[in-house]
């Protein structure tokens, strides 16, 4: 099949037998997005890139990920001049806020009847970021990318069927995203497949998690550790080597 702006990171993540296809594709954007908004072409200091992330703002997971980023002088530049539209918006909204009238029924309701205008304010700004917004565009497409060439790549389809299936959340997105891009023959041919496929995984993963566990016991510390070797090195660049007497810091001595 020829390959075009979306089929070539999609074959790139299914190549990469990551745990799930999509999550690699989400790291790599967000990754990108990352770097644009904060890397070295300064995007953070045109005006309608600021624009965008003063309107939009970021989700707690991002706001980290950017201090992570390491780019002090950018954060602090798009943090300035979010915070003074947050500032006036706040502003505007105490000026014309009205608290609810209270009644005696109203005290045993778990919730109000209406909503709370400024609890609604924070909400809004709180499900909105930029980079879950520029994300969302992109993933819709890699979706519609996936089930062109599911079926019309058997080699591409094929991987998919015997890799390591998805993330349960991604999984979901599929199986709902087949329901408006395949016929009803189409469908059962992919529900067959993805049931197969996420059945034999999750088995997979159930049992390298248990082994992992098994590991710990004295008993086996001379044991293989099979596949579970996998989540045992990842788990080390969390764990920082373990501790004493614990397996994983002896496999790293």
């Known amino acids: 099949m020829k390959e ?3 089929t070539i990171p999609l074959n790139d993540a299914v190549n990469a037998n990551d745990e799930c296809p999509f999550c ?4 790599e954007v967000e990754q990108d997005l990352m770097d644009f908004v904060l890397g070295s ?3 953070y200091m045109e005006s309608d890139v600021r624009g965008e992330t003063d309107k939009a703002g970021f989700c707690r997971a991002h706001f980290k990920k950017m201090f992570d980023y390491g780019n002090t002088l950018g954060n602090a530049w798009i943090l300035k001049t979010h ?3 947050i500032n006036r918006d706040m502003k505007e909204q105490f000026k014309h806020f009205t608290p609810g009238k209270s009644s005696f029924a109203s005290r045993f309701r778990k919730t109000p009847e209406e909503e709370n205008s400024i609890s609604a304010w924070v909400k809004q700004i709180e499900g909105s970021c930029y ?3 520029r994300f969302a565009d992109t993933y819709d497409r890699y979706m519609d990318t996936f089930f062109y060439m599911y079926k019309r790549d058997e080699e591409f389809r094929k991987k998919i069927k015997e890799g390591k299936g998805f993330c349960l959340h991604h999984f ?3 199986c709902e995203a087949g329901e408006t891009r395949l016929s009803d023959k189409e469908k059962k041919e992919f529900y067959d497949d993805m049931f197969a496929l996420m059945e034999r995984n999750m088995e997979r993963l159930q ?5 992992l566990v098994e590991k710990f016991d004295y008993r086996n510390k001379d044991a293989d550790w099979k596949n579970s070797r996998d989540a045992v090195q990842r788990g080390m ?3 920082k080597g373990g501790y004493p007497g614990d397996p994983v810091y002896k496999m790293n001595k």
């Open 172 to 174: 979901g997105d599929l």
């Open 207 to 211: 049992e390298d998690v248990n082994w």
């Open 131 to 133: 980079i879950c917004n």
């Open 41 to 43: 072409g300064s995007s």
């Open 83 to 85: 915070y003074m539209k």
């Open 24 to 27: 690699y594709i989400e790291r």
């Open 4 to 6: 075009t702006l979306y």
């Open 237 to 239: 660049q969390k764990l």
